[in-house]
């Protein structure tokens, strides 16, 4: 028997609402007081505040599905079998209450007896000196110690500068040699996509004083996530994310559009599973409020969706078709997330317009584009200068990474720190404008903006590096 994906998000609350916890709604998508996070990345993001003592939580055993944004993804979306902009993340958290027994007798618990997991597929890994983590899989689990593996801070150990941190213990499900890269030595931690990362157990455990001098917290937390695509992806046997059984009936809708079906061109499949995944993290991005604009999330919405329209023209998709993706989107989510229904009108709207927005002039931009393209031969050159890179966003709406992507297609590459010089003499420009016209201190907007970008979030520096976020 196979269970769905809002079959599975179901399973996963209950299972830990049995183990004394509270179900508690995904967060926004938007982070609630917190400058070091453009969008929510996890399930512990929002929760912050509890581990920290800031705020007391509702109880010591919380449960949620979170809706997560990973931007620093965007480039394995598509090409891998795991990764998605948008997904959802279930987590079980314990704020000073169970620590490292309970929550990995639980996992295996819910992986195995729950959903019904083979547990001769899964491996654990755990962070090289955390015996104690190794003791519990290998005592009380039953898990033979050559099936335990051992990795360094880089993969086993969570920690954000200063302050709570700890190691982790990552749950592995081997999907067969069909999967695999066939590389000699491939096993867990390869980065191919036969052994499957499904679940991370995080200990917080120690605080770091900065400089790296650990010592152990009074309370000690749990926090884990595992990924309710990857969990379905292992539960329903399928290929990838975009096969299972919600996502692949939004990626047969871009198909249909497109005339096309799916698994017999290999372009054509990635131009698939990305606008399949973009136009999910949309609907959820309008539904919690983000607008597209040229700053902040506002940015990252905008990019997504004018990814997505390039690939669907692509892929011949006529006219406009986003809206229409959306409304499968909410369709199969709403069980899960009844705000996409509710919103669903909006939702609509800003998607058509931006749509509109970016179609009256992709057709002009990529005209000028072929042009500087076959300037490019004739000079012998393959790096377009940076103003030019400029002026197709400034005047087209074509994101610095979807013109660099269309060139990369052949062969040639974008001057980015010319296109960055070229942004910043734009803001120079009206930087000074606003500051004659005095208009309230206006700046200030830039400062807040400016504090998002200056932050250690990963997730975010492949945007970051192009420099568009201000
Ligand atoms: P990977 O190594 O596969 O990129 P990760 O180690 O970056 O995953 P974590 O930060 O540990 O992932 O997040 C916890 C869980 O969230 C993962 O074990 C996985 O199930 C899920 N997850 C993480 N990133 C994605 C993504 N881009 N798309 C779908 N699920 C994800
Ligand atoms: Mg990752
Ligand atoms: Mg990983
Ligand atoms: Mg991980």
Redesign the pocket.
Known sequence: EKYGVNQLRRMFLEFFESKGHLIMKSFSLVPHNDNSLLLIN?GMAPLKPYFTGQEIPPRKRVTTCQK?I?TG?IE?VGKTA????F?E?LGNFSFGDYFKHEAIAWSWEFLTKVVGLDADRLYPSVYLEDDEAFEIWNKEIGIPADRIFKFGKEDNFWEHGAGPCGP?S?IYYDRGKKYGCGRPGCTVGCECDRY?????NVFTQFNNDGHNNYTPLDYKNIDT???L???AVVVQDVES?FAVDTIKALLDNVAELAGISYMENEDKDVSLRLITDHIRSCTFMISDGIMPSNEGRGYVLRRLLRRASRHGRLLGIEGKFLARLSETVIELSKDGYPELDEKKEMIFKVLTEEEDKFDKTIDQGLNILAELESRLREEGKTVLEGEDAFRLYDTYGFPLDLTREILEEKGFSVDEEGFKKAMEVQREMARSSRKKSNYMGREDIYQGLDAELTTEFTGYETLCDTGLIT
């Open positions: 996890s997560c990973r993804d394995n795991r990764h998605g902009t997904f993340m982790c990552e499957m990362e499904v679940w991370n996530g595992m990924g695509e990857r969990l994310i």
